[in-house]
């Protein structure tokens, strides 16, 4: 596609559900990032990937958090048992080759857990 | 964890006027970006400046970069209602070992509002 998709774009849940959230990145982009924004604040990494390798996952907060690229495009970024502390807009982001340039970035899930 | 500071946490301007950010960080980094959220949006790359690049421009936007006080700053000239929006500095490091594979950290962000 034109740039990186990412849904639903606005996400409710009820605190223990379990929630997916799906990135389509860039057609042909070997790199995958994962962030999270709280309100007010920038975003904070929380995993890579490489193509379908998880070569950083040191910023998921907790073992709730459970990402994959099983065919290293389409993401899922899962969340279990969520919490209202788990509220926050999840931002996918890819770039064309695993060096330091720009990351394209999509609009986002919002989540929120009540 | 945040990468550093930004300053201002927010600017209110004139359409017309300059714009100035500052950026601190506190590691080495390979390089430092800016982007750009509308609200409700994604971000979107403005600029990248390299760990040995002291100044690039782009159009209305011209960035420094310090990296003996790890601080950089994002210019905008000639401002317009349109430029309102968060700015972000992100910064590039590199891993242990020398390798890099782009990820970044990103500032607490500087909220322009850009009056007409």
């Known amino acids: 596609g034109a740039g990186v998709s990412q849904s639903p774009r606005y996400k409710v849940a009820k605190r223990g559900q379990d929630v997916a959230l799906r990135c389509d990145p860039i057609s042909g982009h070997v790199s995958l990032f994962w962030y999270q924004q709280a309100l007010g604040q920038g975003p904070e990494f929380l995993t890579y990937?490489?193509?379908?390798?998880?070569?950083?996952k040191s910023g998921l907060p907790s073992d709730r958090f459970f990402a994959e690229r099983p065919e290293g495009s389409v993401s899922t970024l899962k969340i279990q048992r969520t919490q209202q502390e788990d509220s926050a807009v999840y931002l996918c982001a890819s770039s064309k080759r695993p060096k330091n340039e720009k990351l394209f970035f999509g609009s986002g899930t919002q989540l929120s857990v009540l | 964890s945040q990468q550093g500071e930004e300053d201002p946490q927010a600017l209110s301007i004139q359409e017309g006027e300059n714009a100035t950010m500052n950026c601190s960080y506190k590691t080495s980094i390979n390089n430092l970006q800016w982007y750009r959220q509308n609200s409700g949006r994604g971000l979107v790359h403005l600029i990248l400046i390299r760990s040995n690049e002291r100044e690039k421009h782009s159009g209305r936007l011209r960035v420094t970069l310090d990296t003996s006080k790890k601080s950089s700053s994002l210019l905008i000239t000639a401002s317009r209602a349109a430029d309102t929006a968060s700015y972000f500095c992100?910064?590039?490091?590199?891993?242990?070992?020398?390798?890099?594979?782009?990820?970044?950290?990103f500032g607490q962000g500087t909220i322009l509002t850009v009056h007409p």
């Open positions: 992100a910064t590039a490091s590199e891993n242990a070992g020398g390798t890099s594979y782009g990820k970044l950290t």
């Open positions: 990937f490489q193509n379908e390798a998880q070569l950083d």
